[in-house]
RNA sequence: GCCCGAGUGGUGAAAUGGUAGACACGAGGGACUUAAAAUCCCUUGACCCUAAAGGUUGUGCAGGUUCAAGUCCUGUCUCGGGCACCA
């Protein structure tokens, strides 16, 4: 009985349709498997090493992924699969990046809650995710707008708040230490960073000191404090930006205006960092680009600050900062910003209108207009005088905008000779330029910043080189207090208030008009419900409109919370340490999470993030590193920027009336004459001002085509032909596009025409076609503008061959008509753009996993080129992908079922298997993935021609090909009788000695041009050799009887023979 | 303007200084088929030439180093990205 079940359970499923490869039957088979296993689950446990590979969490916006997004993520599945099957506890989490303010505009439109519509994106997020078989472990996701994720960006802040930075111990320190300090000492001797205006003071000063002045003083060292500054504010979106969210001075988000606003922001001091954010990316595995950014971005250069003495000023003093200290003899005038404190109390009363004037318009320009302006100079003189503190020369001191408030002191020496702003200006304004080395060439032309030569005009350094000439200079200014060497940064302190909604709400209550924290117990703060997502009446931000959202402090009383939110790069600045430990309720991570997996080992994500999410995180590190609550200075050891993935875009022509004009001419008219007696013709006719587009000139009948809806004109032509004494044929669009394909149906109309009596011809039968759409290989014949090129959608075209049964089910397609290529099909233009809706070219990863399966989907993803390069999306090249799935999954299936056998394998076959497996390691560890499918498809084809169907090679080669296509392999590996997973599988290791061959077959070059190969035994080499060598028939005739200088041989390489 | 990065067939691309174009797509030809699809086989950088063979040339351009250069060096052009009155 048992047998005759067998066979009939054997004649049902060995049928060819079970037998073939049908991806989607098995991977939602696995999918399942997995998910109800828990295949993904990590635990922080045991003995094994520990592998971190993280994707940048995304924002989950409500359009859903396309091809594009899932590119990282599918690389860092792979490799942390590979990292698996080599024995590594490998964490690889996903989570999103929640607040934002997509989910806020949504809600201003529509009033549903972001946490609602968030909530929702997600859902289909994690859905499209799964769909791809990456192994996150789910039981890890965190979410930014989770309060129990928030409450531990709250505790951070709260922790900056509480900490100053320490110059002495380059460290953060507690502000408690601070306090004692000032307690006991005053200012004095206390290196922190802190504002520039910072005033110092003793200790009995400080115990003086009320509460709210001490608070007051403080909050100048504080790592976050609310600062009165200058911020790029945007009324589009209602909320402060930060200068990386400014692109070409209109946001980057919506491209509305930004404008300059002062405003009270809380403020990260992150420039307390500046230089240990610099070192460290000397010890970075980031690419080079990155790290170039970054650097740009801090800024660090090394100077001089200089003092300039004010004319009829004694009591102050304009400090500079300058790179070029050297260039000191050749300042000619000065250059205050219109914003320097200084300028209302120097400028002179003559002066004072002019430079009202100046600051006022200068202030008035937006970013964006200063821009467009680029270098005009424009400037206004004080009327005061400035005293080089060397020579005592008097020089004039000017205002003008090229000089930044915001940077250094916000004044500058200039220096003619060697600086082009500062020629520009002393050109503009007639000022004097003085040479200052004897190396100056064309000083009326330009300026030269060159260091080469020797000093002239320079008093104590004439004759000098500028490697003696600068520490000259800056010793005799150390000596005399009027300088020092400094180091100067382009790196601001980064505001972090937005005012919207949602964010996290800052953990702070104002009392007084001062900022206190909330208790760590009440944490976290979380959002309350408001009416409306918009700016209350007095314009405060949404937060304002909680109703009774009030914080009861310690001492009893109520008192009202900050109102501002968070930015988003807050709580993407530690979320890698929360996946370590993603449930804890005590701490941001469990030590014991931390101490196993430490940092992110690999980080992948893309490069627009270089100085937003990736400087920012690294100084919230440095600081949770400072206190000792992260193991490492940095989070992530090596990052790899993945390339975009563009849209490649298809376009199809559509015919304007000018094409049916022309297509008449080209394809009836100009032929039909040719064959028929030739008849005198005028191709446009002119009478009355009436232009028609066929007259001819020796019968009475005019032609015009047209729209069939352009009733109208058909009348006007009507009536303009009767007036001239023509015969009137119109030929409608309508029905030239019905026969298109038919030039000689036409060409009949007008023969009857021609012949006829009829003074107007005009065809009474409805037209199927409204539109015609031409070929592209045949819009060659006719002008440009006889078409408009349209966009049509990428997933109705195939090879760029127009799927013309898909179109006809489109609306945009009703009732057209096609005029085909000789070939019978209908070919479209490409083109390589941004993937976006409106150019029809986003391609949803769905409907491609749905067509060849989820395996093939990534697999094709990853052969399309390296991964951090940018490429165009073409789904025509998947199918060589699919051919290799099903010719690999042929070695183990034919139409009778699993045909894979016990034999010993034979050398050949084992070589293959082990040069994949050598080449495949390889490749993942140096992250070339494109080459890994290369090498799977040769070894696939070699096993193929070899008829091999053995265990000992298929079974490695199925765990080879597990961290590219897991369902494939996870169904084979059980048809091996496995029962645990493939996951867990050993990653098969290469066996140097079966890549070993007897012969080898060297390329012989004569003079480095290959002339032919010769075959040799392995280990050959010396006079044997060479023998064999010169004896080859090739090598004689080529060297045609020359002497050999030289024999080069690089083993198992090449042979090169000089002569 | 400054700083990075990249230029290789019709296309995506490959190549520790060692036969340039692996692996694919597309195209052309053939087999199977009543036909189509699917599948399989052959050809495929350009040019010259042949019966077979063989040869010339070729990695943006111009030089250089080397027995040997897509790869290293110098200069130059083009494209992409970043920064931009940063003193």
């Not at 939602?28 to 998910?35: A, E, T």
């Not at 205006?257 to 460290?280: C, F, H, N, S």
């Not at 019978?824 to 491609?848: L, Q, W, Y």
């Not at 290799?884 to 070589?911: A, I, M, S, T, Y």
Request: with cysteine; charged share 25%.
């Amino acid at each position: 009985m048992r047998w005759l079940r067998d066979y009939f359970h054997l004649c049902t499923t060995s049928n060819r349709r079970f037998m073939e490869y049908q991806p989607r039957s098995i991977e939602r088979k696995w999918l399942k498997w997995w998910q109800e296993t828990g295949t993904y689950r990590v635990s922080s446990q045991g003995k094994k090493p520990k592998y971190y590979i993280l994707d940048m969490f995304p924002y989950p916006s409500g359009a859903g992924l396309h091809v594009g997004h899932p590119l990282g993520y599918i690389a860092s599945d792979i490799v942390a699969r590979f990292k698996r099957l080599q024995g590594f506890n490998v964490l690889h989490p996903m989570g999103y990046d929640s607040f934002g303010l997509p989910a806020e505009q949504y809600a201003i439109q529509t009033g549903v809650h972001p946490a609602e519509s968030t909530e929702r994106n997600i859902n289909r997020y994690r859905e499209q995710l799964e769909n791809l078989a990456l192994s996150f472990d789910w039981s890890r996701e965190v979410r930014t707008s989770d309060p129990g994720y928030y409450k531990w960006t709250q505790w951070i802040f709260m922790q900056l708040f509480s900490h100053y930075y320490d110059l002495e111990a380059q460290k953060a320190l507690p502000i408690a230490k601070l306090v004692q300090h000032f307690e006991h000492y005053g200012s004095s001797e206390i290196r922190a960073v802190c504002n520039e205006d910072t005033p110092s003071f003793s200790a009995s000063e400080w115990k003086a000191m009320t509460e709210e002045e001490q608070q007051t003083l403080l909050m100048c060292y504080r790592l976050t404090y609310p600062e009165e500054s200058y911020v790029n504010w945007c009324p589009g979106l209602g909320s402060v930006l930060s200068n990386d969210e400014i692109k070409d001075g209109v946001s980057e988000r919506g491209g509305f205006p930004v404008e300059r606003k002062l405003m009270k922001q809380w403020t990260m001091r992150i420039t307390a960092y500046a230089d240990r954010l610099l070192d460290g990316l000397d010890h970075l595995d980031w690419p080079d680009s990155i790290k170039e950014q970054q650097r740009n971005w801090i800024g660090r250069s090394h100077g001089t600050s200089v003092r300039f003495g004010v004319e009829g000023h004694p009591e102050d003093y304009i400090e500079v900062f300058t790179t070029r200290v050297d260039t000191i003899f050749g300042v000619t005038f000065m250059v205050l910003a219109p914003e320097h404190e200084l300028v209302s109390k120097i400028t002179t009363n003559s002066q004072r209108d002019e430079v009202a004037s100046y600051i006022k318009w200068a202030g008035s320009r937006t970013d964006v207009e200063r821009m467009a302006e680029g270098k005009k100079v424009s400037g206004a003189f004080t009327g005061a005088h400035a005293i080089n503190p060397f020579n005592g020369a008097l020089v004039p001191i000017y205002i003008a905008d090229y000089v930044l408030a915001g940077y250094g002191t916000g004044a500058v020496m200039a220096v003619p000779c060697g600086d082009e702003r500062d020629w520009n200006f002393a050109q503009h304004f007639k000022l004097p330029i003085i040479p200052i080395l004897d190396t100056q060439r064309d000083l009326d032309k330009s300026a030269d910043a060159t260091k080469e030569g020797r000093y002239i005009n320079s008093g104590m350094i004439d004759g000098m080189v500028y490697e003696a000439a600068v520490p000259t200079l800056v010793g005799w200014l150390e000596e005399r207090g009027l300088g020092a060497g400094k180091v100067q940064y382009k790196l601001r302190n980064a505001i972090f208030s937005r005012q919207r909604y949602w964010g996290e709400p800052v953990p702070v209550y104002w009392k007084n008009g001062l900022p206190y924290l909330i208790e760590e117990c009440d944490l976290p703060l979380e959002l309350p419900a408001v009416d409306q997502y918009l700016p209350t009446e007095t314009g405060e931000p949404p937060l304002g409109r909680a109703q009774g959202w009030r914080y009861t402090a310690p001492d009893g009383q109520q008192y009202d919370y900050e109102l501002n939110t968070m930015p988003g790069w807050a709580g993407s600045s530690w979320y890698f340490y929360r996946y370590m430990d993603p449930s804890n309720s005590s701490e941001f991570c469990g030590k014991e999470a931390l101490d196993y997996w430490k940092q992110v080992d690999f980080y992948i994500g893309g490069a627009e993030h270089a100085v937003g999410h990736l400087l920012y995180s690294r100084f919230w590190n440095h600081f949770l590193y400072d206190l000792g609550k992260v193991p490492e200075q940095e989070f992530a050891k090596k990052l790899v920027n993945q390339g975009m993935i563009q849209g490649r875009s298809n376009f199809i022509f559509r015919a304007k009336e000018r094409f049916f004009e022309e297509y008449v001419w080209l394809k009836v008219l100009k032929p039909f004459f040719e064959e028929e007696q030739p008849i005198n013709m005028e191709k446009l006719g002119h009478e009355e001002g009436m232009h028609y587009d066929f007259a001819f000139a020796s019968n009475d009948l005019v032609i015009e085509v047209t729209s069939r809806r352009q009733e109208e004109k058909i009348e006007r032509v009507l009536k303009s032909a009767a007036a001239d004494g023509k015969r009137l044929l119109v030929l409608t669009n309508e029905e030239l596009a019905d026969y298109i394909n038919d030039p000689s149906a036409t060409a009949g109309k007008i023969r009857r025409a021609l012949l006829g009596r009829e003074p107007y011809y005009m065809t009474e039968e409805e037209p199927k076609s409204n539109a015609l759409y031409v070929s592209c290989h045949l819009t060659s014949k006719y002008t440009p503008d006889a078409f408009s090129r349209l966009h049509v959608d990428v997933n109705i075209v195939e090879n760029d061959v127009l799927d013309l049964s898909k179109a006809a089910g489109l609306p945009m397609f009703e009732r057209a008509s096609f005029k085909l290529d000789a070939d019978g099909k209908f070919h479209c233009t490409s083109e390589v753009e941004k993937m976006s809706k409106s150019k029809f070219n986003v391609v949803n990863p769905d409907d491609v996993i749905e067509r060849y399966g989820a395996d093939c989907y990534r697999m094709y993803e990853m052969f399309i080129g390296p991964i951090e390069v940018a490429k165009p999306w073409n789904t025509n090249g998947i199918s060589g992908v699919a051919g290799f799935l099903r010719k690999f999954w042929d070695l183990f299936f034919n139409e009778q079922g699993w045909r894979v056998v016990d034999e010993v394998p034979d050398k050949e076959e084992l070589r293959h298997l082990h040069y994949a497996i050598k080449k495949v390691t390889e490749d993942i560890e140096r992250f070339s993935l494109n080459t890994c499918i290369s090498h799977f498809m040769i070894m696939t084809n070699e096993l193929r021609a070899l008829k091999c169907h053995k265990r000992a090679i298929l079974e490695p080669a199925v765990v080879l090909i597990a961290p590219f296509a897991p369902h494939l392999a996870e169904e084979l590996w059980r048809h091996f009788g496995h029962t645990e997973t493939v996951c867990d599988a050993v990653w098969p290791i290469c066996q140097e000695e079966y890549l070993q061959r007897e012969v080898v077959v060297l390329p012989v070059q004569i003079n480095g041009k290959h002339r032919g190969n010769i075959e040799v035994a392995v280990g050959l080499e010396g006079a044997e050799l060479e023998k064999l060598v010169m004896e080859q028939e090739f090598v004689q005739r080529n060297l045609g009887g020359a002497s050999v200088k030289k024999f080069i041989f690089v083993q198992n390489r090449i042979i090169n023979i000089v002569i």
